[in-house]
């Protein structure tokens, strides 16, 4: 059985003899992303099916948007000089030279004291350098009465003027949104090249678990959280608490994967063996044992031959806030660009939230409007099991290593997992049911 001694470092405890000094946030990241990382390559696909992918390579367009000068709008092309001054009290009279929708052939010119009728999106005649919006103007016969004076090439689009012949679409490592989507196939890509999903293996362990004694919830959260970032979970196991099962296990899904990640036995009792079972792997280098986060203080990571493996713990409030640290970054590194900004937002904090000096925390809150102020009720930072918390989470308070908390009334600002909700559906007491 592992034993403790008291020490008054901080984030040091003492393992079988052996001194383990849990690092700093800052410092785990930096190591981790200096020692591991995730060689993901590329695949082609359909240019519908490229949302939410990162784009393996630049992309610029081939062709100019619009390809033409084009109408913005329903109306009436003439020339600036013939309606300047118009009114409703003095309107400009026009002869109707034709009209001109978006796929006609024939566009015909705009002579002196002309109008040609034009849809959203047609040519723009010869001639004409203004549109002026078809409910100021009256047709009638051959004639065009003109309401209201606009200003030269008002309502036209000009050729390129969106994109034009080799302007930069979307970098290396961008997540493709449903605007990056619409330009692409607007400037002639029918395909597209996009970073392959990340291939991810999930290794819960446990006599526990594998005896079916306790549910096995953090692999769904794990799993789950995987997806929801865009990997893709290829391997999956339940290993019982031996050295030998446990890294024959990793030492098979790294074969096949990107990344591991594995839960439970990453702490200091009899029982937590994972870290020696990976160190029996070849190529195997500990990057940090341990990081002063709570909650998931004993979150460890190791490169097998570069690749990453991630030890979280088995309760899975501790494993989610693990992942989001740790999994995100690497992520980032292997596409080449900074993480996404995740909404804040901040207000009034409802009761004290303590902190342990030299230990980064994060709160489970929920952040509600009331009236015209909004409010951050915190949850709890105890109970790494309770999932309910993250069900009712809708926010996460981060407080620094060098402040031992929040006082009530503070002004804090939190990172939003879920919308901001209304204050009158939240317990005032932070407290979840019993």
């Known amino acids: 059985m592992a034993t403790y001694k008291n020490r008054l470092e901080i984030g040091k405890v003492w393992v079988t003899g052996k001194v383990l000094e849990f ?16 060689d993901i390559g590329g695949e082609t696909v359909r240019v519908q099916d490229a949302v939410g992918r990162h784009s393996f390579r630049d992309y610029a367009s081939k062709v100019d948007l619009p390809p033409y000068d084009r109408s913005a709008v329903d109306g009436v092309a003439a020339r600036f000089s013939d309606v300047a001054g118009a009114s409703e009290s003095s ?3 026009l002869s109707l030279a034709g009209s001109v929708d978006v796929d006609s052939v024939e566009v015909p010119p705009v002579g002196r004291s002309e109008a040609v009728l034009v849809s959203t999106g047609a040519p723009i005649p010869n001639g004409a350098d203004v549109v002026i919006p078809i409910e100021y103007c009256l047709v009638k016969g051959e004639s065009v009465y003109v309401y209201r004076s606009y200003p030269r090439y008002a309502n036209i689009s000009f050729r390129g ?13 961008t997540r493709l949104r449903p605007w990056h989507v619409a330009a692409l196939a607007a400037s002639g890509y029918d395909q597209v090249e996009v970073f392959r999903r990340p291939r991810v293996a999930v290794l819960n362990t446990g006599d526990e678990v594998l005896k079916g004694l306790v549910p096995n919830v953090t692999y769904y959260v794990v799993s789950s959280y995987v997806k929801e970032v865009g990997g893709e979970v290829v391997y999956w196991r339940v290993v ?8 024959e296990a990793l030492r098979e899904a790294l074969d096949v994967v990107d990344a591991v990640v594995v839960t439970g036995g990453t702490s200091v009792g009899a029982r937590d063996v994972v870290p020696e079972a990976v160190l029996r792997l070849e190529g195997s280098e500990e990057v940090f044992r341990g990081v002063r986060i709570r909650p998931g203080r004993t979150a460890s990571a190791y490169a097998v031959k570069g690749k990453p493996v991630l030890l979280v713990s088995g309760l899975p409030v501790a494993a989610y806030i693990s992942l989001d640290l740790f999994l995100v970054p690497l992520l980032s590194k292997a596409y080449g660009s900074p993480p996404e900004a995740r909404p ?25 409007r009331d009236r015209d102020e909004v409010l951050v009720v915190p949850l709890r930072l105890t109970g790494s099991g309770i999932l309910s918390t993250l069900i009712r989470a ?24 879920n919308p901001l909700e209304d204050c009158s559906g939240v317990l005032t007491s932070g407290e979840p049911r019993s």
Do not use: H, Q, W
């Open 240 to 247: 019982r608490d031996d050295v030998g099962e446990i890294s």
């Open 344 to 368: 804040k937002i901040s207000g009034r904090l409802t009761r004290r939230l303590p902190n342990e000096v030299g230990f980064r925390s994060f709160y489970r809150v929920v952040a509600c």
């Open 394 to 417: 809708n926010a996460i308070l981060e407080i620094p290593e060098d402040l031992e908390g929040y006082e009530e009334g503070s002004r804090v600002e939190v990172t939003l997992i």
């Open 23 to 38: 690092v700093g946030l800052a410092e785990a990241l930096e190591r981790l992303l200096r020692k591991a990382s995730m």
């Open 91 to 93: 309107p400009a009279v």
């Open 161 to 173: 003027e969106d994109l034009r012949v080799g302007d930069l679409i979307v970098r290396r490592g």
